[in-house]
């Protein structure tokens, strides 16, 4: 039997991410929201169950935008604890490089699990690395999302341009451009899921200006473009890149992305935090979504991202935790407490409000991943919801609900809903081993680091 129309009933608190409030809570028919409901309204018609959301602040569910699920195994490694992006990269690619399938599979499961508990149901991740053996390393993640019962945007990375090239990674982990592009089809083909409710989806995305070339970036516009899926890639994330991009391209970072036909609003770029006036204005015409990570461009001391600029300019502003090895964790909410804390010293504190910095954790990010069935609480969208409770000894003496998530540091979802179906409850994640998975992760780290 399927209980399949829900009642979310009168919660503490609901964040709906438009201007419709629902004090009353929502109705939920076979994985979609069908009924908001004002204070003192009950449902149009019978429902199967009730949830009683009194002790609950309601989120949409949670929408990150760049990982690197692999780096789960590499968190806090002593040689690159306090390096910046370059040195940090030249010191984990040849570790990196000796990925395995099983190792990638336990490395997904822990930051998927990470975020599904943070209050995250939707899940990009941006993989690059092929080394020999891994040829499959997408299916791999895809079969850790389906587990987890989650929703993800996975991304063919690739990288192309070795050191002999004058790249920055080292030559045996890059792959020929054939390679790639034949990955990049057979993905597309077998996993990309269009419409409303779509589980699984994949976008192209070679890694960064120093790791690819102006070939593969190119071709795979072209690729992306035909198969009408998007595009990702980091972009001004450092200075030293900046200078690279100068060097080898005789171009600033955006005029190299114009250059090979990226500058579009199929196109979202991890990071962007060095750009002038006029890029931003580009940017922003070009309707180009930027993925703000807060952690990782403190942790690496890259810079802070002009969201404010970029999105007056019109780029749409998302959220994401990076790569666990440059954050080192893969926690959503507490991602969303670093973007109100890092825009607040850039922006000041009234315009950057819980509100502001929510909304891009959830309907910006879904823009950013060109979604528009997620990412609100609003009728039509799936019923992925993100519930957390303020019993806590941080949240005691709060008053305001919603600040007090991000204020006093929520990390934590009591329940977390994905198309109707409950994925967390009482804060543990359905039919998943937790103690185990981390006993079999950290033996997989430490295996990799030994080599
Ligand atoms: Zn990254």
Partial sequence: MTASRIWIKKPLAIFTAND???PGGLVIDDGVIVELLDVGQSPSAPVDSTFDAREHVVLPGLINTHHHFYQTLTRAWGPVVNQPLFPWLKTLYPVWARLTPERLELASKVALAELLLSGCTTAADHHYLFPDGLENAIDIQIEAVRELGMRAMLTRGSMSLGEADGGLPPQHTVQTAEAILEDSERLIARYHQRGDGAQIQIALAPCSPFSVTPEIMRASAALAEYHDVRLHTHLAETLDEEEFCKQRFGLRTVDYLDSVGWLSKRTWLAHGIHFNDDEIARLGKAGTGICHCPCSNMRLASGICPTLALEAAGAPIGLGVDGSASNDASNMMLEARQALFIQRLRYGAEQITPDRVLGWATRGSANLLGRTDVGELAIGKQADLALFKL????????????????????????????????RVIDGQIEGLDVAQLIANHSQAARDLIAG
């Avoid at 003496?397 to 929520?410: Q, V, W």
Wanted: glycine letters at 12%; proline letters at 6%.
């Fill in 20 to 22: 419709v409030p629902a």
């Fill in 391 to 422: 019993d806590e000894l941080r949240f005691s003496g709060s008053h305001d609900p919603i600040a007090a998530l991000l204020l006093c540091g929520a990390d934590r979802a009591d329940r977390v809903m994905v198309g109707g179906r409950w």
